[in-house]
C-alpha cells in the first residue's frame, strides 16, 4: 500500500441496503477525514478523527458512522443508504489535526437507487 | 460559521491567456486559505497556501483581508491547468478543518 487507498472504487446499491466505504493509509497519519463531492457544493465534511480512537461529526453527518479503531483504517457506514446520499466519496488523511495539508484518496462513486 | 464562495463553476480561456479563479471567504478572525487542484483522472491535491507565499506550476494566489478574498492567478495558461479548482479554508477553532468552496472547473482551449 502506498498513500492512501479506498474500497470499493464504485457501487450501485439499493435504498435502505447497509454499505461499508473502506480507507486505508499507511503514512501514519494521525488526523483521517470523509468528504462527500457534489456537483456545484464541492467537498462537504462528513465525519473526521484526530487521532485513533476518537471521531467527531463534520458538515453533514447524518446518516453515516464512522470508526477508528487504529491509525491506519476509517470506515465509513451507511447504515439504510437513500437516494441522496448518492455521491462520490473521498477519504482523507493529514500528519496531524493542525496540519492543514490533506492527501486525498481516489474516491468511491456510490449510487443509491 | 465560515463560508467559502467560488462564483464561477466554469471558466473557459486559451492558452496563453491570463486566469483568475475567484474565491471569497467569510470568517471574522484569521483563516488559513488554499487552493486545492483535482486534474483528470488524479486525486485532489495541495496547490498552494497562501502562508507559504509561494508560485506553483505559475500559479499565485494572495490572500486579502479587506475583501476577504483569495483569488488564483496566472498569467499565461497552459492547456495542463485544464483542472477542477478548489479554494478552502481553514480556521483554528474549528480544529483547523478545511471548509471548501464550490469548485470551479478550467478549460483552457489549444
Known amino acids: 500500500i502506498a498513500g492512501i487507498t479506498q474500497a470499493p472504487t464504485s457501487q450501485i446499491l439499493a435504498a435502505g441496503r447497509r454499505m461499508t466505504l473502506r480507507c486505508t493509509q499507511d503514512m501514519r497519519h494521525n488526523a483521517m477525514y470523509w468528504y462527500r463531492q457534489d456537483l456545484g457544493l464541492g467537498l462537504r465534511l462528513i465525519h473526521y478523527s484526530n487521532t485513533a480512537g476518537t471521531t467527531g461529526k463534520g458538515e453533514v453527518p447524518d446518516g453515516y458512522s464512522v470508526s477508528r479503531a487504529n491509525t491506519d483504517d476509517f470506515p465509513l457506514t451507511l447504515a439504510s443508504a437513500v437516494p441522496s446520499q448518492t455521491s462520490v466519496y473521498f477519504c482523507?488523511?493529514?500528519?496531524?489535526?493542525?496540519?492543514?495539508?490533506?492527501?486525498f484518496g481516489p474516491g468511491t462513486r456510490l449510487t443509491v437507487l | 460559521a465560515q463560508r467559502v464562495t467560488q462564483p464561477e463553476k466554469l471558466l473557459s480561456v486559451f492558452k496563453g491567456a491570463p486566469v483568475e479563479l475567484k474565491c471569497n471567504y467569510s470568517y471574522s478572525g484569521s483563516p488559513e486559505l488554499f487552493w486545492y487542484v483535482q486534474y483528470s483522472r488524479q486525486r485532489l491535491q495541495l496547490l498552494l497556501r497562501?502562508?507559504s507565499r509561494e508560485s506553483i506550476k505559475g500559479f499565485t494566489a494572495d490572500l486579502n483581508k479587506g475583501e476577504t478574498s483569495f483569488h488564483l492567478k496566472k498569467p499565461f495558461a497552459q492547456e495542463e491547468d485544464s483542472a477542477m479548482y478548489y479554494c478552502a479554508l481553514s480556521v483554528s477553532n474549528a480544529g483547523n478543518m478545511l471548509t471548501f468552496g464550490g469548485g470551479t472547473r478550467l478549460m483552457v482551449k489549444p
Open positions: 482523507a488523511s493529514s500528519l496531524d489535526p493542525s496540519y492543514n495539508e490533506q492527501f
Open positions: 497562501h502562508i
